[in-house]
């Protein structure tokens, strides 16, 4: 079985010794310390520093020590297989990780004149229109740094959009089905509009009728992905378009399951208006542990016009690239400078590396694979797919453990600490919110048919343990760097320690053996 | 690339298993999966995208692209204003592209990613010690949507519908600002400086501050490069009408000026990209963001924030997201922020970087830059018709270089520079400033050597020179 690394590792600031240092600054040169003088003198009095900020004091060796043991206790994609739902871990090739380390990108300045810059400009723009071609959209701002941000600059252009038209005013609410990813609500209420949720139908897609229902006057917008969270491709979406459309509403593409769909169908061909696309889930670039990700937007010809500034353009008559400023309505901007650059150049080497048909492949074995997985777990006692049996998934499919947390007490969360133990990373647990006891599990292209096995096996083993001995499964995992943790404590007003100083100041969180 | 080869990056391509795993289904072709998509939706051309290359085909189209960029390596840059050049220790990205960290996602599972966790959260409490403040989240995406979503806590906290900021602000900052607050209906209000220093107008400011202001915002060191000292008559202000008292910094300026902490902030934003973090054109940058260790403050922060716990049978600790509910996926519509990824990387990368300097470190990066910024200053000054600073204030890292008895355009001076001289200048901020003439921001950090700075004054006076 799998053994994480257990290092023990001692927080920071307990580590080092006064005086040590990890790194030497290259000393002012003797004559222009004589020409200037100290700098204590040049600083006003009301704001220096008494003294230095309580960082710990380490060498070079200590501080490299530290981080390679903590990184031995961290799983990443790497390591093996990483089904997390709707958040598309597949491979990230190392190829992009050595072109992203050159110069020509690390020591570029943003301000940086125009004529210096053309060859990462070109890169912007050729993905620009790559990302728009892919989509079926207009054109794409490659600004948002996330796909959260992207979802917010959307529904702020919703909302310039109704502004525009003159009925911003009554164009108040935003429609989500009750399936969506939490973002979707969270980003409507930041771009100030009222959320409205419409429930899914027995099938796990959206109810039309109760669609039909919530559109007024009062519409600004519909957020749908699709395929949704459940992995079924919303095969109503042409009509769902229409009412949207009718009702003067604009309809808004969550990007996180584009995967499954790349080269076989376009969101702007479906009749969405605006299209966020994950960089760093679609595109293959790492998550790093929670960023630096990326989130383009894609909208129609329409809303162009709203795009914040400034846009990677080219002017043919020059043969330049360059930075437009000129949208008329622009709303503005919606971070510094001009994206995450770093993060684009590397979706700009795996579309290279994949061309047309590798996309296309992508998506297909990334859905053939969700399907295989359907099939072989498909009969494990206390493992049941809710909603649409029979119909195939894409990218991803969710299964639910209530039967097994009815007969044994063992629950989603109990399923997938076990995993760990397996050396296979959990699926998504507990979503999407209308399945109970819920593994949502997204396998990607990147995986091979053995490590499938391997994960279907796994789950074979744990259901026949949580039938035969549950408190095994409940009290997993066992094979991690720690067991399972107290997360309630983490919160909890009376015990939080969200710094060190915090915890130093309050003195509450100690451990028996340490 | 070879067509009939299977894609190194797809394995289940291979005929034979793509075969078996179809069997296993009980479908004939791939397409039987996809039926459910209306045909007249279904996309029947090939996308109009480039055919594959192969790796080594990749590389040598990306590197002949990327040589065509002038790199600060190559070019010796003087620019700053919201993105600086310092140097990035060998040891940062030798820990940051180990995979482990690189290709782990968000740490949903907490017992096999405790390392990304301790990393973040000594990330978090090293920020705290140099803001001064109890709690940082996890990162932000940068200074200016963290701006933003402080602001945005303000309102959450005390419901007020005005702001205000200074007049020396980041255009780019400013408007994102602009951006994040318009749902609310809010209203921005600029304090003036004084045209002497360069400081807040403390009258200014007093003026616009009422039972209306949700919160105060002012930048140390601000954005002309000057160290803002009226700080705790800032606060006063503030805090005398109930307002929040909301402070943007650059990190690299804390071994040496105060914490915010200590003269009244409530909440700090800044730019964390000059802590080990490189240039990349601007971005991923890094969003600073604490606060005080308040509970209704904390309840009200956005984004992901780690904490310190214990094993579930307390013999040993750990660390985990916490505070989740104020998060998107379990609040939803009631979220303090839509955040989730973030720049968690970016911050491990600070983490390493202030590990190595140390308290020590820090301290002497802050006077390093100091010394070499006004070296700068006084070599420029000796340039006939060149006037640097324009306000009588001490300043840290940047610093205006006006031009005006020159009788040439900032703009012009810039291209000079550029095209016969090789180096890259400060930022025109003639556009945004008016009233400052021709001006131009440098910048000067402990990248730049005695030899740069000599010779780009050298550079300067010759261009400065020539013809009109």
Redesign the interface.
Same mark, same amino acid.
């Given at each position: 079985m799998y053994r994480q690394a257990q290092w023990n590792e001692k927080v920071i600031f307990e580590l080092g010794g006064k005086g040590r240092r990890g790194y030497a600054l290259p000393s002012v040169e003797d004559d222009v310390l004589k020409l200037v003088g100290s700098p204590a003198d040049k600083l006003p009095k009301a704001v220096v520093r008494s003294q230095p900020p309580r960082l710990p004091a380490l060498s070079e060796a200590e501080v490299v020590r530290h981080f390679t043991r903590l990184s031995q206790m961290n799983y990443g994609v790497d390591m093996g297989f990483y089904p997390l739902g709707s958040c598309t871990m597949k491979y990230n090739p190392k190829i992009n990780e050595e072109l992203a380390g050159a110069v020509g990108i690390t020591e570029l300045h943003p301000n940086q004149d125009e004529s210096t810059v053309q060859g990462i400009l070109e890169i912007m723009y050729t993905l620009s229109r790559w990302l728009a071609e892919i989509t079926g959209t207009h054109e794409v701002c490659l600004q948002p740094s996330a796909g959260a941000h992207g979802e917010l600059l959307g529904a702020l252009i919703m909302r310039a959009y109704h502004k525009f038209n003159g009925d911003a005013e009554e164009r108040t609410e935003l429609i989500v089905p009750d399936s969506a990813h939490g973002t979707n609500p969270a980003s409507g209420t930041m771009a100030g509009f009222k959320i409205v949720v419409v429930p899914s139908n027995q099938n796990g897609t959206l109810d039309l009728k109760a669609l039909k229902a919530s559109v007024s006057g009062n519409t600004a917008g519909l957020m749908l992905t699709n395929p949704n969270t459940l992995g079924l491709f919303e095969e109503d979406i042409a009509e769902i378009a229409d009412i949207i459309h009718k009702a003067g509403g604009l309809l808004y593409y969550d990007g996180a399951n584009l995967n499954a769909i790349m080269g076989k169908t376009r969101p702007g061909d479906m009749g969405y208006d605006i299209v966020h696309i994950n960089i760093h889930k679609t595109f293959s670039t790492p998550h790093g542990g929670g960023g630096p990700g990326s989130g383009p937007i894609g909208v129609s010809k329409e809303l162009e016009k709203f795009l914040p500034v400034p846009q990677v353009a080219y002017d043919k008559k020059r043969d330049r690239f360059y930075l437009d400023y000129d949208k008329a309505e622009s709303i503005g901007k919606i971070r510094s400078f001009y994206g995450n650059v770093a993060v684009l150049l590397r979706a700009y080497a795996y579309i290279l590396s994949m061309g047309s048909e590798g996309l296309e492949e992508a998506a297909q074995i990334s859905v053939l694979n969700a399907n295989y997985l359907v099939r072989k777990l498909s009969g494990i006692r206390g493992l049941e797919l809710p909603y649409a049996k029979g119909r195939p998934r894409k990218h991803e499919c969710v299964f639910s453990v209530k039967s097994m947390h009815k007969d044994t007490g063992v629950r989603a969360m109990d399923v997938a600490k076990r995993l760990l133990d397996y050396g296979l990373h959990s699926p998504t647990t507990y979503f999407p919110l209308i399945v109970d006891e819920a593994l949502m599990i997204e396998p990607t292209e990147s995986v091979e048919k053995e490590e499938l096995d391997r994960f279907v096996e796994a789950l074979k083993k744990i259901s026949e343990e949580a039938y035969s001995n549950p408190n095994l499964v409940k009290n997993a995992p066992y094979n991690a760097s720690v067991t399972r943790l107290d997360e309630a404590k983490a919160s909890h007003p009376k015990t939080m320690a969200l710094s060190w100083r915090m915890h130093q100041n309050r003195n509450i969180i100690k451990a028996a053996s340490s | 690339?070879p067509k009939a080869h299977v894609?190194p990056?797809?394995?289940?391509?291979v005929p034979e298993?793509?075969q078996?795993?179809?069997n296993?289904?009980?479908i004939k072709t791939?397409d039987?999966?996809?039926?459910?998509?209306?045909k007249?939706?279904?996309?029947t051309r090939?996308?109009?995208?480039?055919?594959?290359?192969s790796?080594q085909?990749?590389?040598r189209?990306?590197?002949a /692209?990327?040589?065509?960029?002038?790199?600060?390596?190559e070019?010796p840059?003087f620019?700053g204003?919201?993105?600086w050049?310092h140097y990035v220790?060998a040891?940062v990205?030798?820990?940051?592209?180990?995979?482990?960290?690189?290709?782990?996602?968000?740490?949903?599972?907490?017992?096999?990613?405790?390392?990304?966790l301790?990393?973040?959260?000594?990330y978090?409490?090293?920020i705290?010690?140099?803001t001064g403040m109890?709690?940082?989240n996890?990162?932000m995406?940068?200074?200016?949507?963290a701006l933003g979503e402080a602001i945005?806590m303000a309102v959450r906290l005390n419901n007020r519908t005005q702001v205000v900021v200074p007049r020396i602000i980041?255009a780019?900052?400013y408007?994102?600002l602009?951006?994040?607050i318009?749902?609310?209906k809010m209203h921005i209000e600029k304090a003036d400086y004084n045209r002497e220093t360069g400081l807040i107008n403390l009258e200014s400011l007093k003026e616009r501050v009422s039972e209306k202001t949700a919160a105060v915002y002012i930048e140390?060191p601000s954005y002309l490069g000057f160290?803002?000292?009226?700080?705790?008559e800032s606060a006063e202000i503030a805090h005398d009408k109930g307002a929040l008292f909301i402070v943007g910094v650059d990190p690299t300026s804390?071994?040496?000026?105060?914490?915010p902490g200590d003269?009244g902030a409530d909440i700090v934003v800044g730019e964390g990209q000059p802590l080990g973090n490189? /240039?990349?054109?601007?971005?991923?940058?890094l969003g600073l963001f604490a606060c005080r260790?308040e509970?209704e403050l904390?309840r009200q922060m956005p984004g992901?924030?780690?904490?310190?716990?214990?094993?579930?049978?307390?013999?040993?600790?750990?660390?985990?997201?916490? /505070?989740?509910?104020r998060?998107?996926?379990?609040?939803?519509?009631?979220?303090t922020?839509?955040?989730?990824?973030?720049?968690?990387?970016?911050a491990?990368a600070s983490?390493?970087y202030?590990?190595?300097?140390?308290?020590?470190? /820090?301290?002497?990066?802050?006077?390093?830059i100091?010394?070499?910024t006004?070296?700068a200053m006084?070599k420029l000054n000796l340039i006939k018709g060149v006037k640097t600073p324009l306000f009588q204030?001490?300043h840290f890292k940047e610093f205006t270089v006006n031009f005006d008895k020159t009788g040439k355009k900032a703009q012009s001076i810039?291209?000079t520079l550029?095209k016969k001289y090789g180096i890259?200048g400060g930022?025109s901020i003639s556009k945004e400033f008016p009233e400052l003439g021709q001006t131009a921001l440098y910048c000067v950090t402990?990248a730049h050597?005695?030899h740069d700075i000599d010779q780009l004054m050298q550079s300067l006076r010759a261009a400065l020179k020539g013809k009109r």
């Open positions: - | 690339m894609h990056y797809i394995p289940n391509s298993t793509k078996e795993m179809m296993e289904i009980g791939i039987e999966l996809y039926t459910d998509v209306p007249q939706l279904r996309f090939k996308l109009n995208l480039p055919e594959a290359m790796e085909e990749v590389s189209h990306i590197e /692209l990327l040589c065509r960029n002038k790199s600060a390596r070019t840059t620019l204003a919201g993105c050049h220790p040891v990205d030798s820990i940051v592209q180990r995979s482990e960290f690189l290709t782990s996602y968000t740490p949903y599972q907490p017992e096999i990613s405790q390392g990304m301790q990393a973040l959260f000594e978090q409490s090293m705290c010690e140099l109890d709690v940082a996890s990162s995406y940068d200074w200016s949507s945005r980041h780019d900052r408007a994102t602009q951006t994040y318009e749902p609310l140390n160290i803002e000292s009226q700080v705790k804390l071994g040496v000026l105060k914490a003269y490189r /240039l990349n054109f601007g971005g991923p940058l260790g509970m904390i992901r924030v780690i904490g310190m716990t214990t094993t579930l049978k307390g013999d040993k600790i750990g660390f985990c997201m916490a /505070l989740q509910t998060e998107q996926h379990i609040r939803r519509e009631r979220a922020s839509n955040i989730c990824t973030n720049e968690a990387l970016c491990v983490a390493v202030l590990a190595l300097l140390g308290p020590e470190g /820090l301290k002497e990066l802050g006077e390093s100091i010394i070499r006004q070296y006084h204030s001490p810039h291209r550029l890259h930022k402990e050597s005695r």
